[in-house]
């Protein structure tokens, strides 16, 4: 609600009754000098509380702007700014009640960066810092709209994907570790070649029948994926 609806109502009684005072009460009637008087002081009051609900608008927009970052704070991974460990599980799980009402298929696809500690080792952890961060960035331009992205920790990342089937989450898989490993990561030791394993697991079957075990199950898979050389794709 504005102020002016707020008020409107005041201001249009203060004018009334200016215009009566003006017209009606003749100067030397007695009560004319107190009622002028206490329309002075009613406007007065009117005003200093419009200044009190400006300040508590204020306050309570920086509170809302507060309340905000906190929130963003608590539920974004520090470096990348993508979903923290805390916030992607909590999604995971929320997409795992909705799969079981709806009757639909979800995917889960952890993905680890290849040979991230050579990098650690070679150049610095700065580097290792700006290529996550460029890794972040990739992750989310190749994903779906409705697909979340977190990072489950170190290196290592995770892809929640709604309503998507195992062939369709391979295929996903297949369409992020393309867009990580096509193009070198500039940073400051020069362009760097980076490249990602990912995991698929599918909601639906015994064996993913919770958060615990649907991880277990995109873990396995991306055991496989280094097993079987890096920079693939095992569902």
Not at 49 to 74: H, P, Y
Not at 75 to 89: G, H, K, Y
Not at 193 to 201: D, K, Y
Request: glycine content about 6%; hydrophobic content about 40%.
């Amino acid at each position: 609600m504005s102020e002016i609806t707020i008020f409107e109502d005041e201001e249009k009684a203060l004018r009334e009754a200016e215009t009566i005072l003006a017209s009606s009460l003749p100067e030397d009637e007695p009560w004319a000098s107190y009622y002028k008087d206490l329309v002075i002081r009613y406007r007065k009051l009117l005003r200093h509380t419009k200044q009190l609900v400006k300040m508590g608008d204020a306050m309570q927009s920086e509170l809302a702007r507060a309340r905000d970052a906190a929130e963003f704070q608590a539920t974004r991974d520090f470096l990348t700014l993508l979903w923290n460990r805390s916030a992607i599980l909590g999604i995971l799980k929320a997409e795992i009640a909705r799969s079981q009402r709806e009757n639909r298929p979800l995917s889960l696809i952890i993905g680890d960066v290849d040979y991230f500690k050579k990098v650690n080792d070679e150049y610095g952890h700065l580097v290792g810092d700006a290529v996550l961060r460029e890794i972040s960035e990739r992750l989310k331009s190749s994903i779906r709209t409705y697909d979340q992205v977190g990072r489950f920790g170190g290196e290592e990342f995770i892809i929640v994907a709604p309503g998507c089937a195992s062939d369709d989450a391979v295929e996903l898989g297949e369409r992020v570790r393309a867009v990580i490993a096509e193009n070198p990561v500039y940073t400051s030791e020069g362009p760097l070649s980076v490249t990602m394993s990912f995991g698929v697991a599918t909601y639906g079957c015994a064996a993913t029948a919770d958060v615990d075990s649907l991880i277990r199950a995109a873990d396995e898979a991306l055991y496989r994926a280094k097993r079987e050389g890096r920079n693939r794709v095992a569902g």
